[in-house]
């Protein structure tokens, strides 16, 4: 079955306690992105990746790391959690750029809280 | 910085009622997408508008793109409670930081038996 998985759904964890969320995909896809989802904020891009090695910030990377190493895997590193770091965080890949007749899978979503 | 707002971020209806939500861009988009997330859930993609003024149907829902690909809509017909969920824009804008995908707030979509 196609699809985007994530681990762990669901993170409770403490202010500047490293952590690492995994986003693995099955579909052969160039194009992977991660978002947070805030209320009131809609889906926002932390950071984005357009093949393997090549990866570049979205819209609110600060605090976030990632890296694409192999083209399935796209993990989200919070070196430092903080409380402004709970979030519903997503995971996306497509096919090839967004934008382009190229819907994007989203995983099932993390759900973190920096305590 | 660039901007995708939909209105209104939220809407309760009565089933059978009609429901429009509407994305507006601060600058002009490549092409729109839209996407639906049911509570609890996943976005999941619905489609693509392209060209200038283009319109879309699968089924109940009609999608409009703005003649000057700036704004979009979504139009749902004789809504059913299967809609429930928030209804997302995603734009690429046309030049600058075309990999950037910005989406829009979003819109709540209550539907009541």
């Known amino acids: 079955e196609a699809q985007v998985t994530q681990n762990p759904r669901y993170l409770i964890t403490v202010t500047g306690k490293k952590l690492t969320v995994t986003c693995s995909q099955n579909m052969n896809h160039e194009y992977m992105s991660w978002y947070r989802q805030d209320p009131g904020l809609g889906l926002r891009q932390i950071y984005y990746s357009m093949n393997v090695e090549v990866t570049d910030k979205g819209d609110v990377p600060e605090g976030y790391k990632v890296s694409r190493k192999e083209k399935r895997n796209f993990p989200l590193i919070l070196e430092s959690p903080s409380p402004n770091q709970t979030s519903l965080y997503f995971c996306?890949?497509?096919?090839?750029?967004w934008g382009e007749g190229n819907e994007q899978f989203f995983g099932p979503g993390t759900r973190l809280t920096v305590l | 910085g660039q901007q995708v707002m939909q209105i209104p971020q939220y809407q309760h209806v009565q089933e059978g009622e009609d429901f429009t939500t509407y994305c507006n861009s601060s600058?002009?988009?490549?092409?729109i997408q839209w996407y639906k997330q049911r509570p609890g859930g996943h976005p999941v993609f619905l489609i693509q508008l392209v060209k200038s003024g283009e319109v879309k149907k699968q089924k109940r829902l009609t999608f409009q793109f703005g003649e000057a690909k700036k704004n979009s809509s979504l139009h749902i017909t004789a809504t059913q409670t299967t809609d429930v969920g928030t209804y997302f824009c995603?734009?690429?804008?046309?030049?600058?930081?075309?990999?950037?995908?910005?989406f829009g707030t979003g819109t709540l979509l209550a539907v009541q038996p």
């Open positions: 600058t002009t988009l490549s092409n």
């Open positions: 995603a734009g690429l804008p046309r030049g600058g930081a075309t990999n950037k995908l910005i």
């Open positions: 996306a890949s497509s096919l090839d750029r």
